[in-house]
């Protein structure tokens, strides 16, 4: 159960990432909440759908799905689709490193963006 909650938390983080734009944006006291509100309920929206999906496609299988180490990989074995496994654990891996490296690089779009902006006269604030 404890690694359930941590995993559920961390796959809503990232929906406030619309805020950190708010200069740029046009009407951004309407359009910011907007876009996080939206944002978080399409990827709430999402994890209950296929939450749903994963215990119902597990009923009267052997184990339970809080026992599976790799649930998605036994969904293809008990869909009959083995052959989906590697994909499915290859998509798994690459969303992970993605979810990974934009929390490295997340202050670097910033540092990153702004001074070259200024610099070669497209940011109209400087």
Do not use: H
């Amino acid at each position: 159960m404890g690694f359930g909650v941590v995993v559920a938390i961390f796959s809503l983080v990232g929906f406030e990432c619309a805020t950190t734009f708010g200069d740029e944006a046009k009407n951004s006291f309407k359009t910011i909440p907007k876009a996080v509100i939206w944002s978080l309920l399409a990827a709430g929206i999402f994890f209950v759908i296929v939450t749903y999906m994963e215990v119902y496609g597990t009923r009267g299988y052997k184990s339970t799905l809080d026992q599976l180490t790799a649930p998605l990989n036994d969904l293809a074995d008990i869909a009959r689709v083995g052959w989906l496994k590697i994909p499915i654990s290859l998509g798994a891996m690459i969303s992970l490193f993605s979810l990974r490296l934009s929390w490295v690089l997340r202050p670097w779009d910033r540092l990153v963006s702004k001074p070259s902006d200024a610099v070669a006269g497209n940011d109209q604030r400087y």
